[in-house]
């Protein structure tokens, strides 16, 4: 009997059923029968033989799509045919419901990189492995087998390589999807062969890994279909299907496949020092880290109309006749300003370009090269045979080093123009003040148009004149040039410096996420000035400097007023003895009258729709599971875009405003609580925060009250959170209105545990079920000992007076590792997940409920 060929998609929209044989057309399958509904699928497969593959959308509340199926499955071409479903984005119905006769399935957002895995693996089920009727496919790996954390938190495009096995390594049992996108293996190349023609360890053996199964990291290579990625795997001992088994997770060391080697990447192309080839160097890092076959970097003016230059050209093949850069449809469109990114299938693009049509690339990008005025100056052109891997890790990288390179063509030619029009200074070849205003200005454009903050520095080294007089100019040009070295050296390549006038020098630091880091670079300045300076006659001199910064748009929203500020914290700096930095502070009433625009502000907020209330995760320590979240407000200012809450909560409490704002954000999120149990009788904890201001309201109890019976949310699933630096003696009635939220059935946690002067006496007088260590000591693990220290004992003191212990800030496996040896109850940190807006975090909740209930489906 012949093998079944035939594959049959069915569904009623055009755009999905298109999809669907677009996915399963790229795979060479040469007959798709492509169908509306089960009365056009009979047509279609009247006279023909038995089907390779069923695959129906489900759509809607799934009535017509499960009639569908039943349908199929009495037609004799469909019987014993693998059926997958697929739930379109506007199904209303969940795995649950689907009838028996569905083999597996998938979300259509997942569709290009999982339905053909999915398949496969249908294919390789033995008649065993399968349920009562048609059978329902195990997911790879279950909640039940303690990996729901990783799949329920990492980043939604599933990162991490999952490998079962079972425990002598004999035998692969099960992979996931990661696995095959990534080594580009079928399901024959990996289930049922030993774990070793897959994982190749280093410096460890095989059967140590698997025998002491204790989640530690260690170097290994993993198989691919052109050879090995590097990268680093763990075990740990599951059950996997009602078997005792080993799940060992893989992260490659390559960029275009793991988040954080991405990042490593970044960091090499922007730290790339300015006295070497910037271009080559950042080629070459691409070339490496993406394997790319092909890159080309071009540099044209489209102002007039001369021939792009090729800079940087890279084949890794045979030799070919390069056509000429007019021929070159796709450099053409991007020297256009067009950007082209095709994943797979750029060799959809070889019918236009005839230099795609000889490289035989599969992957291929093609990203516009931009300068601060958004003008085209270049092009970047990349390759691999093999596919460019995953589009939402590379493209990123690929736009940074696109930054990168227009940064240095851009650099090159304001050199040779500012060298031409006076634009720089002759001493030091940085910019001189005519060109740094005219970036400036460039730059607070750019800033209002994408919400972007920075700071200005302006820097003056003290007693300058004095070294002028005693030593003379030459030694203090030499101390010019000498300073300006240093201070690029202490900043990034994004960011700039100029020589303003004389010794004074400005500096912009770009992309500013926390104050901190400002002050980090200025106290970094600083401390490099004051390192010894050697004249070139043998004199050593200490020169020091006095800097103001000045933030945009907190203290001015153009450049003169930015300057001006910066310069007046400059002579503070003077003023208060030199070799220091200050920051600009407005006066008492400038201050004020943007508090009051702000507070004014606020008022209106919830009416305009600018608040949002974001969830983070709190996950049990031990089983890796999600068991709560925290409500978190955000508010998303018209003009001045996301203003931070340790802005406006100071300035809503100090209004009295934190009342109305406390209330909306508490109904808000039970309201969706309760929305989410409902949906998915997960019995969430959620915690909502309480200032002092609403602590000391005589109508506090009414209020929660009030909005538990309207929302229906159960009391016990509320938690309501009291940060330890509220005074007992302060709040007159905290300890009275605590006891009566827990005796309407909340429960109380203390939060900032740690960082206040009362924590024993919370601990004794307040009805706590458990305490939040503050994250400022948990970000110390692993760096200060004594953090360390206090971190146990609180976890140590929690559990003797019977409360429950949760951390804040955990952000890296070593936090992970040993808050879990020290007993830590639950965690909460950007290791797992960042707060989400309603919509993210409710697919995270699904995504655990479909392995959830896939497991409970196939072990029935």
């Known amino acids: 009997m012949s093998t079944p060929t035939d594959m049959l998609v069915v569904a009623s929209h055009r755009d999905l059923r298109r999809r669907l044989f677009d996915v399963l057309d790229r795979e060479d399958h040469d007959r798709i029968l492509s169908a509306r509904d089960s009365a056009h699928a009979a047509i279609l497969l009247a006279g023909r033989g038995p089907v390779a593959l069923l695959v129906v959308a489900f759509e809607g509340d799934g009535r017509v799509s499960r009639a569908c199926c039943e349908q199929l499955r009495a037609m004799e071409a469909c019987r014993d045919a693998p059926l997958l479903a697929v739930f379109a984005p506007d199904c209303k119905i969940g795995p649950a419901l689907l009838p028996e006769s569905v083999t597996d399935w998938l979300d259509s957002t997942h569709l290009e990189r999982e339905l053909v895995a999915r398949w496969q693996r249908a294919r390789m089920r033995s008649p065993g492995d399968r349920g009562a009727e048609a059978g329902r496919i195990a997911p790879a790996i279950s ?72 989640r530690c990291w260690h170097p290994c290579q993993r198989r691919t279909r052109q050879g090995a990625d590097t990268g680093q795997a763990n075990a740990r001992r599951v059950r996997h299907r009602g078997k005792d088994a080993v799940a060992l997770a893989f992260r490659s060391d390559r960029a275009e496949t793991r988040g954080e080697a991405a990042l490593a990447l970044l960091t090499r192309i922007f730290q790339a020092s300015s006295s070497v080839d910037v271009q080559a160097a950042t080629a070459r890092l691409l070339i490496d880290e993406l394997s790319l076959d092909y890159l080309a970097l071009w540099s044209a003016r489209p102002e007039d109309s001369a021939v792009p230059s090729q800079l940087v050209l890279h ?98 030619r304001t050199r040779e123009q500012g060298r031409a029009e006076g634009l720089l200074d002759a001493l030091t070849g940085l910019p001189n003040r005519l060109l740094f205003n005219d970036r400036l200005d ?101 020169v020091t400097a006095s800097i103001g910064v000045s933030f945009f748009p907190d203290d001015a929203a153009d450049a003169d007023t930015l300057l001006k500020h910066a310069d007046e914290a400059m002579y503070a700096a003077k003023h208060l ?102 949906a998915f009788g997960l019995r969430l904890r959620l915690g909502v ?11 506090l109890l009414e209020v929660v009250g009030r909005v538990l019976k309207e929302t229906g949310l159960d009391p016990g699933l509320l938690e309501m959170e009291v940060t330890e630096s509220i005074s007992i003696k302060e709040v007159p009635n905290l300890v009275e209105n605590l006891h009566g939220l827990h005796d309407l059935g909340c429960r109380i946690a203390i939060d900032d ?97 479909r392995l959830v209930e896939g497991e409970g489906a196939a072990a029935a």
């Open 143 to 214: 909640p039940e087998d303690a990996l729901a954390y990783r799949f329920a938190f990492d980043d939604e495009d599933g990162d991490s390589e999952w490998i079962v096995v079972d425990p002598s390594g004999d035998r692969v049992l099960d992979v996931n999807t990661a696995v095959f996108r990534h080594s580009q293996l079928s399901v024959t190349d990996l289930l049922g062969k030993p774990l070793a023609q897959c994982l190749a360890f280093e410096g460890v053996e095989l059967d140590k890994v698997l025998r002491e199964a204790d």
């Open 315 to 412: 084949w890794r093949g045979e030799d070919i006749a390069w056509p000429d850069p007019a021929l070159q449809t796709s450099l053409r469109r991007v020297l256009g300003g067009k950007a082209m990114l095709h994943a797979d299938d750029g060799q959809r693009l070889a019918e236009y370009d005839p230099l795609l049509q000889q490289l035989r690339i599969a992957g291929f990008a093609g990203l516009p090269l931009l300068d601060e005025r958004r003008s085209v100056i270049g092009a970047l052109l990349v390759g691999r045979r093999r596919g460019l891997g995953r589009m939402d890790i590379v493209e990123p990288v690929l736009r940074c080093a696109a930054a990168r390179f227009a940064q240095s063509i851009e650099l090159r």
């Open 442 to 542: 460039t730059i607070i454009r750019e800033a209002h148009r994408t919400g972007e903050c920075f700071a200005v520095l302006f820097v003056d080294l003290d007693r300058f004149k004095a070294i002028n007089d005693t030593y003379g100019h030459a030694a203090g040009d030499q101390v010019l040039r000498v300073v300006t070295q240093r201070l690029c050296s202490s900043i990034r390549a994004s960011d700039t410096v100029a020589r303003y006038a004389g010794d004074e020098f400005t500096v912009v630091l770009r992309h500013i996420i926390k104050t901190d880091d400002v002050l980090r670079v200025a106290e970094k300045i600083v401390q490099v000035m004051e390192a010894p300076l050697h004249l070139d006659g043998g004199e050593e001199l200490q």
């Open 577 to 678: 003895g030199r070799n220091n930095f200050q920051i600009y502070e407005m006066s008492q009433d400038q201050a004020q009258q943007q508090d009051v625009a702000l507070i004014s502000r606020l008022r209106h907020a919830e009416r305009n729709g600018e608040l949002r209330v974001f969830y983070q995760p709190q996950v049990d320590a031990a089983t890796e599971d999600i068991v709560g979240m925290e409500a978190l407000v955000r508010w998303e200012h018209p003009e001045l875009g996301g203003i931070s809450p340790g802005v406006f909560i100071p300035l809503a409490e100090e209004s009295g405003l934190i009342v109305s704002l406390g209330e909306w954000v508490l109904r808000t999120a039970c309201a969706q609580a309760q929305a989410w149990e409902q």
């Open 689 to 699: 925060n309480l200032s002092a201001v609403q602590l000391m309201e005589p109508d």
């Open 753 to 849: 545990f740690g960082t206040g002067a009362a924590s024993l006496d919370y601990l004794r007088r307040l009805p706590a079920d458990r305490i939040k260590i503050d994250q400022s000591f948990v970000r110390n693990i692993g760096i200060d000992p004594d953090d360390e220290a206090i971190v146990r004992a609180t976890i140590e003191m929690a559990h003797r007076l019977k409360r429950g212990v949760v951390a804040e800030g955990v952000e890296i496996e070593q936090h992970f590792e040993f808050l879990r040896a020290n007993h830590c109850d639950e965690l909460q940190g950007y290791l797992f997940c960042r707060p989400l807006p309603q919509a993210s975090f409710e697919r995270l909740l699904a995504e655990r409920q």
